[in-house]
Protein backbone atom coordinates (compact mmCIF):
# COMPACT_ATOMS: atom_id res chain seq x y z
CA UNK A 1 0.00 0.00 0.00
CA UNK A 2 1.78 3.44 -0.93
CA UNK A 3 0.95 6.66 0.36
CA UNK A 4 0.14 9.56 -1.03
CA UNK A 5 3.26 12.16 -1.34
CA UNK A 6 2.48 15.95 -0.75
CA UNK A 7 5.05 18.27 -1.09
CA UNK A 8 5.57 21.83 -0.25
CA UNK A 9 6.26 24.76 -2.19
CA UNK A 10 6.83 28.20 -2.02
CA UNK A 11 9.37 31.11 -1.35
CA UNK A 12 11.71 32.03 0.92
CA UNK A 13 10.71 33.28 4.30
CA UNK A 14 6.86 32.42 3.70
CA UNK A 15 6.80 30.38 6.57
CA UNK A 16 7.29 26.55 4.72
CA UNK A 17 9.33 24.89 7.11
CA UNK A 18 6.86 26.04 9.85
CA UNK A 19 4.29 24.87 7.86
CA UNK A 20 6.22 21.52 7.56
CA UNK A 21 7.25 21.17 11.43
CA UNK A 22 3.80 21.77 12.18
CA UNK A 23 2.19 19.24 9.91
CA UNK A 24 5.30 16.53 10.93
CA UNK A 25 4.32 16.93 14.83
CA UNK A 26 7.03 15.85 17.18
CA UNK A 27 7.14 12.37 15.45
CA UNK A 28 10.33 12.99 13.82
CA UNK A 29 12.40 12.95 16.23
CA UNK A 30 11.61 9.61 17.50
CA UNK A 31 14.33 7.86 14.93
CA UNK A 32 17.58 8.16 16.43
CA UNK A 33 19.13 5.38 15.56
CA UNK A 34 18.77 6.14 11.93
CA UNK A 35 21.66 7.95 10.41
CA UNK A 36 20.46 10.93 8.34
CA UNK A 37 16.78 10.60 9.10
CA UNK A 38 16.70 13.47 11.70
CA UNK A 39 19.43 15.72 10.48
CA UNK A 40 18.27 16.62 7.34
CA UNK A 41 14.66 16.69 7.49
CA UNK A 42 13.00 16.20 3.85
CA UNK A 43 10.09 14.41 4.77
CA UNK A 44 7.35 13.23 7.37
CA UNK A 45 4.35 11.37 7.85
CA UNK A 46 1.72 12.31 8.54
CA UNK A 47 -2.10 11.81 9.44
CA UNK A 48 -4.76 13.50 9.23
CA UNK A 49 -8.54 11.96 9.30
CA UNK A 50 -7.84 8.48 8.66
CA UNK A 51 -5.86 9.34 5.42
CA UNK A 52 -2.12 8.88 6.22
CA UNK A 53 0.05 10.91 3.61
CA UNK A 54 4.06 11.80 3.32
CA UNK A 55 5.18 15.68 3.12
CA UNK A 56 8.53 16.25 1.61
CA UNK A 57 10.00 19.70 1.73
CA UNK A 58 11.26 20.16 -1.53
CA UNK A 59 14.27 22.52 -0.57
CA UNK A 60 15.64 25.66 0.94
CA UNK A 61 15.96 28.51 -1.53
CA UNK A 62 18.92 31.09 -1.18
CA UNK A 63 17.94 34.65 -0.48
CA UNK A 64 20.20 36.92 -2.63
CA UNK A 65 18.67 37.75 -5.53
CA UNK A 66 15.03 38.24 -7.33
CA UNK A 67 16.22 35.75 -10.36
CA UNK A 68 18.11 33.30 -8.46
CA UNK A 69 15.04 32.91 -6.28
CA UNK A 70 13.02 32.61 -9.04
CA UNK A 71 15.28 29.97 -10.86
CA UNK A 72 15.44 28.01 -7.41
CA UNK A 73 11.64 27.55 -7.03
CA UNK A 74 11.06 26.22 -10.65
CA UNK A 75 13.39 24.04 -9.99
CA UNK A 76 11.54 22.90 -6.51
CA UNK A 77 8.23 22.71 -8.44
CA UNK A 78 9.43 20.51 -10.84
CA UNK A 79 10.63 18.48 -8.20
CA UNK A 80 7.04 18.63 -6.51
CA UNK A 81 5.41 17.96 -9.89
CA UNK A 82 7.87 15.02 -10.63
CA UNK A 83 7.17 13.41 -7.58
CA UNK A 84 4.04 14.56 -5.80
CA UNK A 85 0.63 13.76 -5.62
CA UNK A 86 -0.56 16.93 -4.32
CA UNK A 87 1.41 20.29 -4.71
CA UNK A 88 0.77 22.78 -1.47
CA UNK A 89 1.74 25.85 -2.83
CA UNK A 90 2.38 28.59 -0.28
CA UNK A 91 2.58 32.32 -0.25
CA UNK A 92 2.67 34.85 2.48
CA UNK A 93 0.17 37.66 3.21
CA UNK A 94 2.16 39.73 4.70
CA UNK A 95 4.54 40.33 1.37
CA UNK A 96 1.44 40.11 -1.05
CA UNK A 97 1.33 38.42 -4.36
CA UNK A 98 5.27 38.95 -5.88
CA UNK A 99 5.84 38.09 -9.42
CA UNK A 100 8.02 35.16 -8.93
CA UNK A 101 4.85 33.87 -6.94
CA UNK A 102 2.85 34.13 -10.11
CA UNK A 103 5.34 32.95 -12.31
CA UNK A 104 5.85 29.19 -10.42
CA UNK A 105 1.72 29.36 -10.55
CA UNK A 106 1.74 29.03 -13.70
CA UNK A 107 4.05 26.35 -14.09
CA UNK A 108 2.30 24.12 -11.41
CA UNK A 109 -0.64 25.26 -13.21
CA UNK A 110 0.30 24.03 -16.36
CA UNK A 111 1.63 20.62 -15.15
CA UNK A 112 -2.16 19.15 -14.31
CA UNK A 113 -1.14 17.93 -10.92
CA UNK A 114 -3.50 18.90 -8.25
CA UNK A 115 -2.43 22.16 -6.40
CA UNK A 116 -3.61 23.84 -3.06
CA UNK A 117 -3.25 27.22 -2.52
CA UNK A 118 -2.37 28.24 1.25
CA UNK A 119 -1.86 32.01 2.23
CA UNK A 120 -0.18 31.88 5.36
CA UNK A 121 0.61 33.90 7.62
CA UNK A 122 -3.14 34.94 8.33
CA UNK A 123 -3.19 35.35 12.27
CA UNK A 124 -6.42 37.15 12.11
CA UNK A 125 -9.22 36.60 9.30
CA UNK A 126 -11.05 40.62 9.48
CA UNK A 127 -7.85 42.04 9.23
CA UNK A 128 -6.49 40.38 5.96
CA UNK A 129 -9.28 38.83 4.27
CA UNK A 130 -8.92 41.24 0.93
CA UNK A 131 -5.28 40.85 0.98
CA UNK A 132 -5.85 36.84 0.53
CA UNK A 133 -8.78 37.33 -1.97
CA UNK A 134 -5.69 38.89 -4.06
CA UNK A 135 -4.19 35.48 -4.23
CA UNK A 136 -7.50 34.32 -6.52
CA UNK A 137 -5.05 36.47 -9.40
CA UNK A 138 -2.57 33.43 -9.33
CA UNK A 139 -5.76 31.43 -11.23
CA UNK A 140 -4.84 28.35 -8.75
CA UNK A 141 -8.09 27.96 -7.18
CA UNK A 142 -9.27 29.19 -3.97
CA UNK A 143 -6.48 30.35 -1.45
CA UNK A 144 -7.04 28.97 2.08
CA UNK A 145 -5.76 31.47 5.18
CA UNK A 146 -3.72 30.01 7.34
CA UNK A 147 -0.92 30.74 10.05
CA UNK A 148 1.19 27.98 10.48
CA UNK A 149 2.76 29.94 13.73
CA UNK A 150 -0.50 29.93 15.05
CA UNK A 151 -1.83 26.42 13.68
CA UNK A 152 -4.98 28.01 12.51
CA UNK A 153 -6.74 27.06 8.92
CA UNK A 154 -4.65 24.20 8.72
CA UNK A 155 -7.73 21.69 8.78
CA UNK A 156 -9.34 22.94 5.89
CA UNK A 157 -6.65 23.39 4.05
CA UNK A 158 -5.45 19.83 4.82
CA UNK A 159 -9.57 18.75 4.13
CA UNK A 160 -8.82 20.19 0.39
CA UNK A 161 -5.46 18.60 0.16
CA UNK A 162 -6.67 15.15 1.03
CA UNK A 163 -9.87 15.33 -1.69
CA UNK A 164 -6.99 15.37 -4.48
CA UNK A 165 -5.47 12.31 -3.36
CA UNK A 166 -5.94 9.45 -5.88
CA UNK A 167 -9.20 6.95 -5.10
CA UNK A 168 -7.27 4.37 -5.36
CA UNK A 169 -4.15 5.58 -3.36
CA UNK A 170 -4.06 2.55 -1.18
CA UNK A 171 -4.94 -0.18 -4.18
CA UNK A 172 -3.00 -1.03 -7.40
CA UNK A 173 -3.99 -2.72 -10.07
CA UNK A 174 -1.49 -5.24 -9.43
CA UNK A 175 -0.90 -5.08 -5.85
CA UNK A 176 -0.45 -8.68 -5.08
CA UNK A 177 2.76 -8.65 -7.92
CA UNK A 178 5.54 -7.06 -5.09
CA UNK A 179 6.70 -4.20 -6.20
CA UNK A 180 10.92 -3.96 -5.66
CA UNK A 181 12.44 -0.75 -5.58
CA UNK A 182 16.10 -0.58 -6.62
CA UNK A 183 17.47 2.41 -5.14
CA UNK A 184 21.32 3.96 -4.41
CA UNK A 185 23.83 6.77 -5.11
CA UNK A 186 23.64 8.11 -8.41
CA UNK A 187 26.16 5.90 -10.56
CA UNK A 188 25.90 2.96 -8.66
CA UNK A 189 24.22 0.87 -11.52
CA UNK A 190 20.52 0.73 -10.62
CA UNK A 191 19.61 1.07 -14.81
CA UNK A 192 22.33 -0.82 -15.59
CA UNK A 193 20.55 -3.98 -12.88
CA UNK A 194 17.06 -3.42 -14.73
CA UNK A 195 18.27 -3.30 -18.36
CA UNK A 196 20.66 -6.28 -17.07
CA UNK A 197 16.94 -7.91 -16.06
CA UNK A 198 15.36 -6.67 -19.39
CA UNK A 199 17.87 -7.89 -21.86
CA UNK A 200 17.81 -11.20 -20.39
CA UNK A 201 16.27 -14.20 -22.44
CA UNK A 202 14.47 -15.61 -19.64
CA UNK A 203 13.05 -12.45 -18.68
CA UNK A 204 9.76 -11.32 -20.30
CA UNK A 205 9.16 -7.77 -19.73
CA UNK A 206 6.03 -5.42 -20.18
CA UNK A 207 6.44 -1.91 -19.96
CA UNK A 208 3.65 -0.07 -17.63
CA UNK A 209 3.65 3.27 -18.78
CA UNK A 210 4.51 6.26 -16.37
CA UNK A 211 2.51 5.90 -13.40
CA UNK A 212 1.27 9.51 -11.40
CA UNK A 213 4.89 9.73 -9.97
CA UNK A 214 6.71 9.25 -13.49
CA UNK A 215 9.18 6.97 -12.07
CA UNK A 216 9.09 4.36 -14.83
CA UNK A 217 7.63 0.56 -13.61
CA UNK A 218 8.91 -2.40 -15.05
CA UNK A 219 7.01 -5.71 -14.89
CA UNK A 220 9.65 -8.33 -14.51
CA UNK A 221 9.02 -12.05 -14.80
CA UNK A 222 11.99 -14.78 -13.63
CA UNK A 223 11.08 -18.60 -13.02
CA UNK A 224 7.67 -17.76 -13.83
CA UNK A 225 6.82 -15.48 -11.10
CA UNK A 226 6.22 -11.42 -11.44
CA UNK A 227 8.17 -8.63 -9.86
CA UNK A 228 7.39 -5.28 -10.78
CA UNK A 229 10.74 -2.96 -10.44
CA UNK A 230 10.47 0.37 -9.49
CA UNK A 231 13.44 2.58 -11.42
CA UNK A 232 14.61 5.34 -8.91
CA UNK A 233 17.30 6.18 -11.52
CA UNK A 234 15.03 7.69 -14.54
CA UNK A 235 15.28 11.36 -13.66
CA UNK A 236 18.84 12.84 -14.74
CA UNK A 237 18.55 16.56 -13.30
CA UNK A 238 21.05 18.98 -13.68
CA UNK A 239 21.47 19.75 -10.46
CA UNK A 240 23.95 22.39 -10.22
CA UNK A 241 25.23 22.00 -6.50
CA UNK A 242 25.70 18.89 -4.85
CA UNK A 243 23.47 19.14 -2.14
CA UNK A 244 20.46 19.60 -4.87
CA UNK A 245 21.71 16.38 -6.80
CA UNK A 246 21.51 14.32 -2.65
CA UNK A 247 18.53 16.20 -1.82
CA UNK A 248 16.53 15.13 -5.07
CA UNK A 249 18.04 11.86 -5.04
CA UNK A 250 16.84 11.77 -1.22
CA UNK A 251 12.79 12.79 -2.13
CA UNK A 252 13.15 10.07 -5.37
CA UNK A 253 14.33 7.60 -2.90
CA UNK A 254 11.27 8.34 -0.26
CA UNK A 255 8.81 8.39 -3.01
CA UNK A 256 9.94 5.05 -4.40
CA UNK A 257 10.62 3.21 -0.74
CA UNK A 258 6.85 4.03 -0.11
CA UNK A 259 5.38 2.54 -2.55
CA UNK A 260 7.42 -0.85 -2.82
CA UNK A 261 7.28 -3.84 -0.72
CA UNK A 262 11.39 -4.88 -1.22
CA UNK A 263 14.13 -2.15 -1.19
CA UNK A 264 17.17 -3.53 -3.45
CA UNK A 265 19.82 -0.96 -2.04
CA UNK A 266 22.73 -0.84 -4.36
CA UNK A 267 26.31 -0.66 -3.11
CA UNK A 268 29.19 -0.20 -5.21
CA UNK A 269 31.54 -2.52 -4.19
CA UNK A 270 34.81 -0.36 -5.23
CA UNK A 271 34.10 2.16 -2.68
CA UNK A 272 32.35 0.25 -0.25
CA UNK A 273 29.40 1.52 1.62
CA UNK A 274 29.36 5.15 2.47
CA UNK A 275 27.24 7.10 4.53
CA UNK A 276 25.06 8.06 2.05
CA UNK A 277 24.43 4.48 1.47
CA UNK A 278 23.56 4.72 4.98
CA UNK A 279 20.91 7.40 4.37
CA UNK A 280 19.41 6.02 1.72
CA UNK A 281 18.74 2.76 3.36
CA UNK A 282 17.23 4.13 6.70
CA UNK A 283 14.61 5.76 4.53
CA UNK A 284 13.92 1.88 3.58
CA UNK A 285 14.40 1.21 7.18
CA UNK A 286 12.18 3.71 9.00
CA UNK A 287 9.29 3.18 6.37
CA UNK A 288 9.50 -0.50 7.85
CA UNK A 289 10.23 -2.35 4.02
CA UNK A 290 12.03 -5.29 3.25
CA UNK A 291 15.74 -4.58 2.79
CA UNK A 292 18.18 -6.35 0.05
CA UNK A 293 21.57 -4.76 0.05
CA UNK A 294 23.04 -5.57 -3.07
CA UNK A 295 26.68 -4.90 -3.47
CA UNK A 296 27.31 -4.50 -7.14
CA UNK A 297 30.61 -4.20 -9.52
CA UNK A 298 31.40 -7.44 -7.35
CA UNK A 299 33.09 -8.66 -10.80
CA UNK A 300 35.66 -5.63 -10.85
CA UNK A 301 37.58 -5.50 -7.78
CA UNK A 302 40.49 -7.97 -6.66
CA UNK A 303 39.55 -10.86 -4.10
CA UNK A 304 41.01 -13.08 -2.04
CA UNK A 305 39.05 -15.45 0.67
CA UNK A 306 38.81 -12.99 3.10
CA UNK A 307 37.02 -10.28 0.80
CA UNK A 308 33.39 -11.05 1.30
CA UNK A 309 34.11 -11.24 4.82
CA UNK A 310 35.70 -7.57 5.05
CA UNK A 311 32.74 -6.31 2.94
CA UNK A 312 30.26 -7.98 4.73
CA UNK A 313 31.37 -6.65 8.36
CA UNK A 314 32.06 -3.29 6.51
CA UNK A 315 28.64 -3.03 5.73
CA UNK A 316 27.58 -4.20 8.91
CA UNK A 317 29.07 -1.89 11.00
CA UNK A 318 27.78 1.03 8.97
CA UNK A 319 23.99 -0.23 8.69
CA UNK A 320 24.41 -1.56 12.53
CA UNK A 321 20.75 0.17 12.53
CA UNK A 322 19.25 -2.80 9.86
CA UNK A 323 21.16 -6.07 11.23
CA UNK A 324 18.26 -8.20 9.17
CA UNK A 325 18.93 -7.03 5.64
CA UNK A 326 20.13 -9.22 3.58
CA UNK A 327 23.40 -8.75 1.28
CA UNK A 328 23.98 -10.21 -2.34
CA UNK A 329 27.28 -10.01 -3.97
CA UNK A 330 26.17 -8.99 -7.79
CA UNK A 331 27.47 -7.26 -10.94
CA UNK A 332 24.95 -5.59 -13.05
CA UNK A 333 27.01 -5.87 -15.77
CA UNK A 334 27.90 -9.33 -16.21
CA UNK A 335 24.64 -11.03 -14.67
CA UNK A 336 26.79 -12.70 -12.14
CA UNK A 337 24.37 -13.90 -8.94
CA UNK A 338 21.75 -12.07 -10.04
CA UNK A 339 19.59 -15.24 -9.74
CA UNK A 340 20.44 -15.30 -5.93
CA UNK A 341 19.57 -11.87 -5.56
CA UNK A 342 15.62 -13.44 -6.98
CA UNK A 343 15.61 -15.96 -4.20
CA UNK A 344 16.66 -14.06 -1.57
CA UNK A 345 13.79 -11.53 -2.93
CA UNK A 346 11.22 -14.28 -2.90
CA UNK A 347 12.17 -15.28 0.58
CA UNK A 348 12.30 -11.67 1.85
CA UNK A 349 8.79 -11.02 0.26
CA UNK A 350 7.94 -14.62 2.41
CA UNK A 351 9.02 -12.68 5.30
CA UNK A 352 7.62 -9.78 5.79
CA UNK A 353 4.07 -11.17 5.05
CA UNK A 354 5.18 -14.48 6.82
CA UNK A 355 2.06 -14.49 10.39
CA UNK A 356 2.60 -16.08 13.76
CA UNK A 357 -0.06 -18.04 15.31
CA UNK A 358 -0.56 -15.84 18.94
CA UNK A 359 -0.15 -19.72 20.71
CA UNK A 360 3.71 -19.78 19.55
CA UNK A 361 4.55 -16.60 20.25
CA UNK A 362 3.73 -17.13 23.91
CA UNK A 363 5.57 -20.50 23.67
CA UNK A 364 9.11 -18.52 22.63
CA UNK A 365 8.15 -15.56 25.21
CA UNK A 366 7.31 -18.22 28.02
CA UNK A 367 11.28 -19.24 27.04
CA UNK A 368 12.65 -16.07 26.74
CA UNK A 369 11.35 -14.94 29.74
CA UNK A 370 12.13 -17.96 31.78
CA UNK A 371 16.03 -17.15 30.25
CA UNK A 372 16.33 -13.77 30.70
CA UNK A 373 14.00 -11.90 34.02
CA UNK A 374 12.36 -9.35 32.17
CA UNK A 375 13.95 -5.78 34.08
CA UNK A 376 12.87 -4.18 37.10
CA UNK A 377 12.87 -0.76 38.42
CA UNK A 378 12.91 0.58 41.69
CA UNK A 379 11.60 -2.76 42.96
CA UNK A 380 8.68 -2.89 40.56
CA UNK A 381 9.02 -5.58 37.80
CA UNK A 382 7.75 -5.66 34.00
CA UNK A 383 5.65 -8.65 33.52
CA UNK A 384 4.51 -9.53 30.03
CA UNK A 385 1.53 -11.14 29.30
CA UNK A 386 1.44 -11.70 26.77
CA UNK A 387 1.97 -11.05 22.67
CA UNK A 388 0.53 -10.74 19.41
CA UNK A 389 0.47 -10.03 16.10
CA UNK A 390 -1.47 -7.86 14.56
CA UNK A 391 -0.38 -6.80 11.01
CA UNK A 392 2.36 -7.90 8.13
CA UNK A 393 4.80 -5.70 6.02
CA UNK A 394 6.76 -5.55 8.33
CA UNK A 395 5.39 -8.00 10.68
CA UNK A 396 3.91 -6.27 13.65
CA UNK A 397 3.61 -7.67 17.69
CA UNK A 398 2.00 -5.90 19.97
CA UNK A 399 3.35 -6.91 23.58
CA UNK A 400 0.84 -6.54 26.84
CA UNK A 401 2.68 -5.82 29.91
CA UNK A 402 1.93 -4.28 33.53
CA UNK A 403 4.09 -1.03 32.90
CA UNK A 404 5.09 0.36 29.49
CA UNK A 405 7.78 2.21 31.27
CA UNK A 406 9.88 -0.69 32.51
CA UNK A 407 9.80 -1.79 28.95
CA UNK A 408 13.32 -1.18 28.11
CA UNK A 409 14.57 -0.70 24.26
CA UNK A 410 16.70 -3.67 25.22
CA UNK A 411 14.16 -6.19 26.28
CA UNK A 412 12.27 -5.36 23.02
CA UNK A 413 15.64 -6.00 21.08
CA UNK A 414 16.16 -9.49 22.94
CA UNK A 415 12.64 -10.82 22.59
CA UNK A 416 12.85 -9.45 18.81
CA UNK A 417 16.00 -11.97 18.61
CA UNK A 418 14.52 -15.29 19.56
CA UNK A 419 11.80 -14.38 17.54
CA UNK A 420 14.25 -14.41 15.04
CA UNK A 421 15.73 -17.57 16.29
CA UNK A 422 12.79 -19.20 15.39
CA UNK A 423 11.83 -17.69 12.78
CA UNK A 424 14.42 -16.12 10.89
CA UNK A 425 12.36 -13.38 9.41
CA UNK A 426 15.80 -12.29 7.27
CA UNK A 427 15.14 -9.14 5.16
CA UNK A 428 12.63 -7.91 7.28
CA UNK A 429 12.34 -5.31 10.29
CA UNK A 430 9.97 -6.01 13.40
CA UNK A 431 7.71 -3.90 14.72
CA UNK A 432 7.26 -4.15 18.39
CA UNK A 433 4.13 -1.84 20.27
CA UNK A 434 3.95 -2.10 24.04
CA UNK A 435 0.67 -1.55 25.63
CA UNK A 436 -0.55 -1.93 28.91
CA UNK A 437 -3.33 -4.38 29.75
CA UNK A 438 -6.34 -2.74 29.81
CA UNK A 439 -5.50 -0.39 27.22
CA UNK A 440 -7.20 -0.19 23.96
CA UNK A 441 -5.70 -2.49 20.90
Known amino acids: MSKPVVAIVGRPNVGKSTLFNVLAGDKISIVKDTPGVTRDRIYADVSWLDNDFTIIDTGGI ?7 ILSQMREQAQIAIDTADVIIFITDVHQGLVDSDAKVADMLRRSGKPVVLAVNKVDSIQKY ?11 IGEPFAISAANRQGLGDMLDEVVKHFPEDAGEDEDSDIPKIAIVGKPNVGKSSLINKLLGEDRVIVSDIAGTTRDAVDTKVTWNEKDYIFIDTAGLRRKAKVKEEIERFSVIRTVTAVERADVVVVMIDASEGVTEQDAKIAGIAHEKGKGVIIAVNKWDAIEKNDKTIYKHTNRIREVLSFMPYAEIVFISARTGLRISRM ?20 NEILAEAVAMQQPPSDRGRRLKIFYMTQVAVKPPTFVIFVNDKELMHFSYTRYLENKIR ?12 IVRERGEKE
Open 342 to 361: FETLDAVIENQTMRIQTGVL
Open 421 to 432: DAFDFGGTPLKF
Open 129 to 139: MMDVYEFYNLG
Open 62 to 68: EPDSGDV
